[in-house]
């Protein structure tokens, strides 16, 4: 099954998934709200169905997700813990991956038990791909749209409150709170939906929006400091160093949404953001306000992702990359604007 931007016969999906019993869903590491939320709103709908299911994530969860990890159903994989439920395992869901290595020692265990790997995805794959089941949409604004698609045709219930709460979760993150330019009418449907189900869709902004730690704005406030324009503003990028991390105790996930501000920013079409993980490797995060296609720029750096927000690493230190980068990102920025 190989449905890589052709239409989606979710029936052929569905025959998949309910023939199948013991059922695992994951996917990337550092997980996002789409991931997260897309596993959760499967998990609660397969459990309704009497499977044997179980989401197992690489990462932790970041806590601001806890309000959807009721009773802990979302995992963090354990070898010791994990490795006898897997043995049995009949099938993998994969959602919002790009890429399956970025499921870690995820990926690793399923393949040393040759389980069959749904992907579940938004991102752009090859058509040559390692998935048994390869279901793709890049117009999908989310995961999280997919899955609400699987449950019209495979749910036979209504949708129930647990279920809502993951997939406004997902399509909330993925359109920045329905303002990106992939916010369609399908988007603001689910929206409806999921407040007729009782979502309360303002707490979960709060959860995810209004919370930022004291050293998350320290390292926000260093970072806007750090701002450099380029190509007469349209291209705006910053950084953030270890030692600036170290400096305020904060970790990754005090850093999400800095590439967006950058975008934010009155006149910048393509916005980057470079961030120090080791001393030999960075990572760089492109957003563009829709007349750049910055995958094209990750995917020069080896990286990938959508059309409008991509990224990507290089393995030199920080003060050899940021020129790397900026010099390549400038020339090809530069092309695109040649060109509109
Ligand atoms: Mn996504």
Not at 203 to 213: A, D, F, L, P, T
Not at 268 to 277: D, H, P, R, T, Y
Not at 327 to 335: A, L, P, W
Request: include cysteine; charge should be negative; aromatic fraction near 10%.
């Amino acid at each position: 099954m190989n449905f890589n931007n052709s239409i989606i016969d979710w029936k052929q999906v569905d025959n998949v998934i309910s023939s199948s019993n013991r059922i695992l869903l994951t996917t990337h590491e550092n997980p996002d709200g789409d991931g997260l939320g897309s596993e959760v709103a499967m998990y609660h709908h397969l459990c309704d169905e009497k499977k044997d299911v179980k989401i197992i994530n690489c990462s932790i969860t970041p806590s601001m997700f806890d309000y959807i990890n009721e009773g802990g159903c979302i995992e963090t994989y354990n070898e010791s813990y994990h490795l006898e439920w897997l043995k049995k395992c009949e099938l993998v869901i994969v959602f919002d991956v790009g890429d399956f290595n970025r499921t870690r020692n995820v990926k690793e265990a399923v393949e040393r038990f040759n389980i069959p790997v749904m992907n579940i995805d938004h991102h752009p794959h090859p058509d040559k791909n390692d998935f048994s089941y390869n279901v793709v949409d890049i117009k999908a604004a989310a995961t999280g749209c997919m899955v609400r698609s699987y449950l019209e045709v495979a749910r036979s219930a209504p949708l129930n409150k647990k279920i809502c709460d993951g997939i406004y979760t997902a399509v909330m993150t993925d359109t920045g709170c329905f303002k990106y330019s992939n916010t369609d009418t399908y988007c603001h449907s689910i929206a409806i939906e999921c407040l007729e189900n009782g979502v309360d869709t303002n707490s979960i902004y709060q959860k995810i929006y209004e919370n930022s730690s004291k050293k998350r704005v320290s390292v926000l406030a260093h970072m806007i400091e750090n701002i450099s324009y380029e190509l007469d503003g349209k291209f705006a990028w910053s950084y953030v160093t270890i030692e600036i991390m170290k400096k305020y105790e904060a970790n990754k996930e005090d850093l999400e949404g800095f590439p967006d501000f950058i975008r934010s920013i009155e006149g910048v079409e393509a916005a980057l953001m470079i961030f120090e993980i080791e001393d030999n490797l960075c990572r760089m995060n492109f957003r563009s306000k829709g007349k750049i296609i910055v995958n094209k720029i990750a995917k020069s750096f080896n990286g990938g992702g959508h059309a409008f927000a991509s990224g990507a690493v290089l393995h030199q230190p920080i003060s050899e990359a940021k020129k790397v980068i900026i010099d390549k990102t400038i020339e090809m920025v530069q092309e695109q604007l040649d060109n509109i």
